[in-house]
């Protein structure tokens, strides 16, 4: 049986629980604590059964087929863009990209918007607080381009040097790339204030919403961004499936990025013309079946309710910290006034390594290394941290048994 539905009465975290069959498991002969969400998170039943039930049930390709198991695969395939959209608040479907994540939208966005407008001379901001996946893309087409990448400068809690921002801005400035919330920090980004100084200046802005979308409410209108990218995994969805907002006027100019199938309207040998929104930019067949059940990870992320999961998160983020800091040697990296569920911490005299491997003994899942943030953990020179980032189904319990970890792991190392 199938559940399109979950059950859950106001927020009540051991009825979450058990809609997350993996959190029954043992590691290493212990009840498993995971708290490696901002990794990914895990998925719950609903999910499972959604993408189960495609394969069961009407796997088949999209959009041209005429037979019925086609056509229910292209409507439960639309039907995510149309969560999606009312998920961002955006104001069209066809704004709506799919992609396979975060990465691929940022690299889609270099690719084709800034191949496009960006020239010798330009200038690019992204800040110090970014994932690989917003700095590696820019950097390729800076060289490409011989144009300049401009880093917005941290601070010792973990914040946004906004004064240093105004003063990066020149008269090149033609895009600004910016994380909504930092995947190794927690710290949430004044992104509105960004954009709104940014297009006082013309200038074109995407929104890393990779570790924001799960936690924040998010309203692409309101915030005003050009571009927002997310990745599924990240909120309770399937792995492999991404999402590129952009808005129409400007996807509408952008040339494509791959070439192939479904992205055309009609091809001859010597000339294709090129599919409308979104297809565009849909080449090839996508990850029909992830797509389909990213929609039940949605469903279920507004059935909890944001609220309700960011209250409870946020408890257990300012209970992690305050006893974490309790500890002897202890260091919190990432103390920004607005964070999301994400608590960073090093240990004097011992590397993030070996505090994860022992916790990993105790059954305790955290990440620990630089979390693809190289330029972060430089400004704070330290090789990385142990993170421990929580979701919607972890307990202060589990937060009490990361803290005995960490105090056993120092005793034994120490
Ligand atoms: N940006 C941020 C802030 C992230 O946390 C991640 C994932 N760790 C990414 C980008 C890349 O996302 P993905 O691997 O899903 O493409």
Known sequence: MISTSTDIKPFDVGAIRKEFPVLERKV??????????AATAQKPQVVIDALVNYYHQYNANIHRGIHSLAEEATAAFEA???????FINARYREEIIFTRGVTEGVNLVAATYGRQNIKEGDEIIISGMEHHSNIVPW???????????????????????????QKLISPKTKLVSIVHASNS?????????????AHQYNIVVLVDGAQSSVHLDIDVQDMDCDFFVLSSHKIYGPTGVGVLYGKKELLEEMPPYMGGGEMIKEVTFDKTTYNELPYKFEAGTPNIADTVAFKAALDFVNEVGKD????????????????????????????AKHKTSVVSFIVEGMHPQDMGILLDNYGIAVRTGHH?????????????????SFAMYNTKEEVDELVKGVEKAIKLLK
């Open 28 to 37: 290493k002969g212990k009840d498993l604590v995971y708290f490696d969400n």
């Open 80 to 86: 995510t863009r149309d969560t999606v959209k009312e």
């Open 139 to 165: 950097q390729m087409l800076c060289l490409e381009k011989k144009a300049k990448l401009k880093i917005i400068p941290v601070d010792d809690n973990g914040e946004l040097m906004m004064s240093e921002f």
């Open 185 to 197: 920090l927690g710290t949430i980004n004044p992104v509105k204030e960004i954009i709104d100084i």
């Open 308 to 335: 309700n999961i960011r209250k409870h998160e946020e408890m257990l983020t300012k209970y992690a910290m305050d006893k974490l800091l309790k500890i002897d040697g202890v260091r919190l990296i990432g103390t």
């Open 372 to 388: 693809c943030c190289q330029p972060l953990m430089n400004r704070f020179e330290i090789p990385g941290t142990v993170r421990a």
